[in-house]
């Protein structure tokens, strides 16, 4: 788990660097920042999205996991906890500075940095063969994106260091368990579907949209090629 820990800590100091600077960044300097963040995330998504060698599972498994995830209201329960938070945070006072996009800071940041090819094999690397070294320069990376992110989006970025404590922590004492069941098929699937997920946050990101993608309630999908594989 320690390896989880250093990313948290990665991001935590890497957003509130990132807030020191914002109030010194103009508001459509911040907006730049934020489309280009949106295009990492864009390439991010595609490099693990292409990795997929079942196209077939890729559909399957985002339309079932995302069926599940509006039953279980995934993203209006992060929505929820992040509005929860900031409510704390403020305790009836007005917004300061770093507040105002507060839940979608939380919400792109949270699932930024636990989505994605190097979270889940290196989650399982840790957990399986206690080798940190993925997730050490994962935690780097994460450094470098949550002071930008921190810089656009404000104190969102640092409460979404508990997300990845909790999600990527879940993740490698998964991987202790049940580990050593899994090829590497089925992580590369798990890693495409990640991509597909980021992809639709990236669009977030750039404003693409008219409505929102709730991105969060695709989560599930994320683990549906286990069983995918293992059916078919």
């Not at 929860?84 to 792109?108: H, N, P, Q, Y």
């Not at 998964?174 to 669009?203: N, P």
Request: hydrophobic share 55%.
């Amino acid at each position: 788990m320690i390896a989880v820990l250093v990313n948290t800590v990665a991001v935590l100091a890497g957003s509130i660097i990132g807030i020191l600077f914002r109030n010194r960044l103009k508001e459509s300097l911040r907006n730049s920042v934020m489309k280009a963040l949106g295009l990492c995330t864009l390439l991010i998504g595609i490099m693990s999205a292409v990795e997929t060698k079942e196209l077939l599972c890729i559909i399957i498994c985002m339309v079932l996991g995302t069926l599940l995830g509006e039953v279980l209201h995934i993203d209006d329960r992060i929505e929820n906890a992040a509005d929860s938070i900031k409510g704390k945070l403020l305790k009836g006072r007005s917004g300061g500075a770093g507040m105002e996009s507060f839940t979608d800071g939380f919400v792109s940041a949270s699932i930024l940095f636990c989505i994605g090819s190097m979270t889940i094999v290196g989650s399982l690397e840790a957990g399986i063969r206690h080798n940190y070294s993925i997730l050490f320069a994962k935690s780097t990376m994460d450094f470098i994106s949550s002071m930008a992110f921190g810089a656009a989006m404000g104190y969102g970025v640092t409460c979404s260091a508990a997300f990845v404590l909790v999600f990527q922590g879940a993740l490698v004492l998964l991987s202790t368990w049940i580990g050593s069941a899994l090829s590497d098929a089925v992580v590369t699937e798990m890693s495409a579907v990640g991509g597909v997920i980021l992809l639709g946050m990236a669009l977030n990101l750039l404003g693409c949209t008219r409505e929102r993608i709730k991105v969060a309630n695709m989560l599930p999908a994320i683990f549906l090629p286990i069983l995918y594989l293992a059916l078919f």
